[in-house]
């Protein structure tokens, strides 16, 4: 899970709660269509950015597969969306987690209550327990894998046997936040369904539903132009004093290599200690920045493989700045520095 997914928890519905999709009709069709053909692939990797939807799609797809277990019924082929009524059995018991032919492979809390950091291979050994029993309402099985990315090595090698052997009537829907991180055999296994980030009237339209605001709200508009097509991350910009940090982050971030010495020191002064929310919002932006970069950036492969290394090791020194609750000050600079040497041309 990302810093902006992080933030934004408790202030939406999480996606198995989300009944609105905003973008993604192709995808959607593509999921639709495929069902519809009686033949549609046993996984289904959906990859994208943190916050675009990608989740809330899964839950959609599911819902729906749940609610018709025949492709060849009427109202599936009437079907124009994966939409269902909110009061449909199949959503409220999909809501209150007590559908017994889905399961959802996510982390899990510990016995104190504490989400674990990642997905542990004792939540796949239940997996594979529930897929060795029948589909208990004579339809399919469905496994939402939220995310492919918090799988350790265990857990990934027991989902890859489950890819590898899949049992009749069972769909996988896998999201990703970055596939092409995951194994390349988890990968193979599936069909690839890459959603983009949303278009600046979408997020805004998203996050106007998620908070009961209106789309043109300035407030709504001005987080959903900088939150570079992610809802959650609107979302927390909502925040007036995390959007000015985002703001200033992009400033500092666009002037690369060269670096502002004056609004770095001002900016480390906003990451003490105690403020682990302006951290991972920082780490966020800067993150953003890179996965563009990489995304874009074509003409200087060994820039790119400059990058590429930032990027890794820029996320594991911020995961142990946190974890060991060092000054955060001292640490920015180290990371902006490491930006900097890395984006040189």
Known sequence: MSAAEEAGDGLAPPPRETLALFGHEQA????????????????????????IGK??????????????????????RRATSLALPAGHPAVRKTITQGHPDLFVLERVPDDKGKLHTVIRVDETRRLVKFL???????????VVVDSAD???ASSANAVLKLLEEPPARTIFLVVSHAPGRLLPTIRSRCRMLALRPLSEDDVAKAVAAALERKPGDADVRAASAAAEGSVVR???LMDEEALKLRQDMVALLERLPQLDYAVLHALGDRMGTAERDNFENAVDAINGWLSMQLREGTAD???????????????????DGIVYNVDKKPLMFSIF???AE????
């Open 301 to 319: 492969p060994a820039r790119l493989a400059r990058l590429a290394t930032a990027f890794e090791a820029i996320n594991r020194s911020a995961r």
């Open 337 to 339: 520095g490491t930006l």
């Open 28 to 51: 959607e069709s593509a999921l639709l269509d495929a069902y519809r053909s009686g033949r549609i692939a046993h996984a289904w990797l959906i990859g994208g950015p943190a916050g």
């Open 132 to 142: 060795g029993s029948t589909a208990r309402e004579g339809g399919w099985r469905v």
């Open 234 to 236: 609107a979302i927390v």
């Open 150 to 152: 918090e799988l350790n």
């Open 55 to 76: 989740a809330t799609l899964a839950w959609r797809m599911a819902r729906f597969v749940l609610a018709h277990p025949d492709p060849e019924a009427p109202e599936v």
């Open 342 to 345: 890395a984006s040189r041309g």
